[in-house]
């Protein structure tokens, strides 16, 4: 991600004067300043909803939240049954959306392979609709057997726990164990960036707007489960992203039951319908399931190698949609020779109806100021932010990462693929425009590892995971040398596709190619020895 909204919840002020609205709205002016300064004073004596709690725990923190249906829940039990074989979960999505209404009744199958050590009694799922209040629980069974005492406090004026669901399985589920879950619920959508007491912790991008809806983190999902630890399920915060999504399968249909037929913008290719009033949607591995519709997308496209790239945009930005879609095209085929292969069919690109730029599996959106700023060069936001989110491609959604405690994973990675495609097509950006551009006001900070709810601010958390961990990597990259720079990256990638990456793995792989002393660096740019 690039742009989030402020914590507006600490300031009374309009959101927009509290912090920079742009990542690349640099440097602050000293009114800017001024103003931030002003907030956070208004912040320190003005009444404002009870942020939620700063999670400094290990990913256990919410295996520790309301107790289970069944003692056992907490307490993995050992087990001397052969290693897992690691299946992907398989969600099939049927939805019924009306788009008059705004509203959707869905179908939600899930085949759920026990890949831990553990003997799973109950299955978490994140629900972030809830956050938003848009979200009716209809019905919940496993394996046949109809479930209501699931622990779902979906009601509770706290976002951070009305967004977690835990359901009682009928029998315990061994490792390698499986589990099928159907649920039944409803949306009917908030307008975006619109809802709830505590807007600032919810998306910025799920619901409608007059000309678009946006489907992202829509569905209950289960979150990761780590051997011996639990289920990994942080709090949401006011800036970066606090989920974590383990690699899954979809099938998704969606059918409109008013008779419109907007433009369909979707994580993962279309497939032939066997149904004539539903389209239909599939991904391998990928790591959620966004959608998108809106009656007025146009689309370009381009082909790289076998994948196709599409950039949904609105009528009047043609040349700015074209733009984004030679420079995702230009990285996607960068990054592919420099990191290793994409995994996907496609990449959708969609313009949004917001400012706000995410990315999700095979798909990002681009906030609309991108687009109305494009001054034709490839020094600007379009471009930069272009190729940032398509670095997500690989960095994200090819390996995943804890968002909320290990943010840097991520972020660092994907702002510093930023340089790799500069300094591919354009090296004279980076001697005169890309480190001004991006690190003023550049203050180096040992926090590159810095979790979510320690950023300080959005611009300090930028600052921090994004920058210092790009210029973390271009040390590296001097100390170790190109050759085992990328050969490590290459490797990164292979060993941890489809998996959820840590820093320990980070640095167990990195040491796999250099024996080189980076203990200065590591203390450098880290809190937390590596
Ligand atoms: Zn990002």
Request: hydrophobic share 40%; net charge negative; proline share 8%.
């Amino acid at each position: 991600m690039l742009k989030r909204n402020p914590p507006s919840a600490f300031c009374l002020l309009p959101s927009a004067f509290c912090l920079p609205s742009s990542a690349f709205r640099l440097p602050l002016s000293a009114s800017r300043l001024l103003l931030f300064a002003f907030c956070l004073l208004l912040a320190a004596c003005s009444p404002s909803p009870a942020p939620p709690p700063v999670e400094t725990a290990t990913p256990t923190v919410l295996a520790t939240l309301p107790p289970p249906v069944t003692p056992t829940l907490d307490t993995p039990t050992p087990s001397s049954t052969p290693p897992p074989q690691n299946i992907r979960p398989q969600y099939a999505l049927d939805v019924q959306f009306n788009y008059a209404n705004k509203t959707a009744i869905v179908d939600e199958t899930i085949v759920y392979v026990n890949n831990s050590a553990d003997t799973l009694t109950s299955l978490v799922f994140g629900v972030e609709a809830t956050c938003s209040q848009s979200f009716t629980l209809n019905s919940v069974s496993i394996n046949q057997s109809p479930i209501s005492d699931y622990v779902f406090d979906y009601q509770n004026v706290q976002a951070y726990i009305r967004h977690r669901l835990e359901v009682p399985l009928p029998q315990p589920l061994p490792p390698n164990g499986q589990a099928t879950v159907q649920i039944n619920f409803g949306l009917i959508l908030p307008v975006v960036g619109n809802f709830s007491d505590e807007t600032s912790l919810c998306s910025q991008i799920y619901g409608y707007t007059a000309q678009q809806v946006n489907l992202v983190d829509w569905y209950p999902f289960i979150v990761p489960y780590v051997t011996g630890k639990g289920w990994v399920l942080h709090n949401p915060w006011y800036y970066g992203e606090h989920l974590t999504f383990e690699a899954a399968d979809f099938d998704v249909r969606v059918e409109f039951t008013d008779g419109s037929n907007p433009v369909i913008a979707a994580s993962g290719e279309e497939v032939a319908s066997d149904g004539a009033a539903s389209r239909r949607f599939r991904l391998e591995a990928g790591r959620n399931f966004a959608l998108s519709f809106a009656p007025e997308y146009r689309v370009l496209t381009k082909t790289v190698g076998d994948v196709v790239i599409y950039s949904y945009y609105f009528p009047p930005y043609e040349t700015a949609a074209a733009a984004v879609l030679n420079a995702t095209a230009q990285s996607f085929e960068i990054y592919s020779q420099r990191f290793g292969p994409y995994i996907h069919k496609t990449l959708s690109v969609v313009q949004g109806d917001f400012n706000d730029g995410m990315e999700y599996s095979a798909l990002y959106y681009h906030s609309k100021g991108i687009y109305n700023n494009y001054d034709g060069t490839l020094k600007n936001h379009l471009t930069a932010v272009s190729v940032h989110e398509t670095a997500h491609q690989w960095w994200f959604e090819q390996v995943g990462n804890d968002q909320g405690f290990e943010p840097w994973l991520d972020e660092a990675l994907a702002t510093y693929s930023e340089i790799v495609y500069y300094e591919t097509v354009q090296p004279d950006a980076l001697k005169d425009w890309w480190w001004i551009y991006r690190f003023d006001p550049y203050k180096p900070l040992n926090q590159v590892d810095a979790r979510i709810y320690e950023g300080e601010g959005q611009r300090p958390y930028w600052n921090k995971v994004y920058l210092n961990g790009a210029h973390f990597l271009q040390d590296l990259r001097a100390r170790i040398g190109d050759e085992a720079f990328f050969a490590f990256l290459q490797d990164y990638l292979a060993q941890m596709r489809g998996k959820i990456a840590t820093t320990d793995d980070f640095f167990r792989i990195l040491r796999e190619h250099t024996s080189a002393d980076l203990s200065d660096l590591i203390a450098q740019y880290f809190q937390n020895p590596h």
